[in-house]
């Protein structure tokens, strides 16, 4: 089945697949002492959860669309995020390729509109082809 939401990755069952050495990564992470472990070793808490090359690349770069293009789940990644100390706003510029003050002023400004009643332009992600709508035939 395609899938075409210009711009939006579908988290599917093949993405689910693909993520879930990192998607169990991030869920650990709700225990403390499993965060204070990775901040210790970053490299050693991957290898404990098998991330792929692809995967373990994105960690350490903090390249929220490359994470997801890997299988994260975002609400997985939320957990890594508070880890790293970045808020969901930060993850939105990260995202969108806007730094998190553009970000935030992007949603302050759609909420303007929305409460003037004028029209809401969506906020336009960076071209990325790994974000490019599922269609398939990959």
Same mark, same amino acid.
């Given at each position: 089945? @395609?899938?075409?939401? =210009?711009?939006?990755?579908?988290?599917?069952? /093949?993405? &689910?697949?693909?993520?879930? %050495?990192?998607?169990?990564?991030?869920?650990?992470?709700? +225990?403390?002492? #499993?965060?204070? /472990?990775?901040?210790? !070793? /970053?490299?050693?808490?991957? !290898? +404990?959860?098998?991330?792929?090359?692809?995967? +373990?690349?994105?960690?350490?770069?903090?390249?929220?669309?490359?994470?997801? &293009? @890997?299988?994260?789940?975002?609400?997985?990644? %939320?957990?890594? @995020?508070?880890?790293l100390?970045?808020?969901?706003? !930060?993850?939105?510029?990260?995202?969108?390729g806007?730094?998190?003050?553009?970000?935030? /002023?992007?949603?302050?400004?759609?909420? +303007?509109?929305?409460? %003037?009643?004028?029209?809401v &332009?969506?906020?336009?992600?960076? =071209?990325?082809?790994?974000?490019?709508? #599922? *269609?398939? *035939?990959?």
């Open positions: 089945m @395609a899938h075409d939401i =210009p711009g939006t990755m579908i988290f599917d069952g /093949e993405l &689910a697949h693909r993520g879930l %050495a990192l998607n169990r990564m991030c869920f650990s992470l709700n +225990r403390a002492e #499993h965060r204070a /472990e990775f901040l210790a !070793d /970053e490299e050693a808490y991957l !290898d +404990r959860y098998g991330l792929t090359d692809e995967q +373990r690349a994105a960690v350490r770069n903090r390249d929220v669309p490359a994470m997801l &293009a @890997a299988g994260g789940n975002v609400y997985y990644l %939320a957990k890594l @995020a508070g880890v100390g970045l808020g969901v706003q !930060d993850l939105g510029g990260l995202q969108t806007m730094s998190t003050a553009a970000f935030s /002023e992007h949603l302050l400004d759609v909420g +303007r509109r929305v409460r %003037a009643g004028e029209p &332009a969506p906020c336009q992600p960076l =071209p990325d082809p790994a974000l490019a709508p #599922h *269609g398939g *035939g990959d």
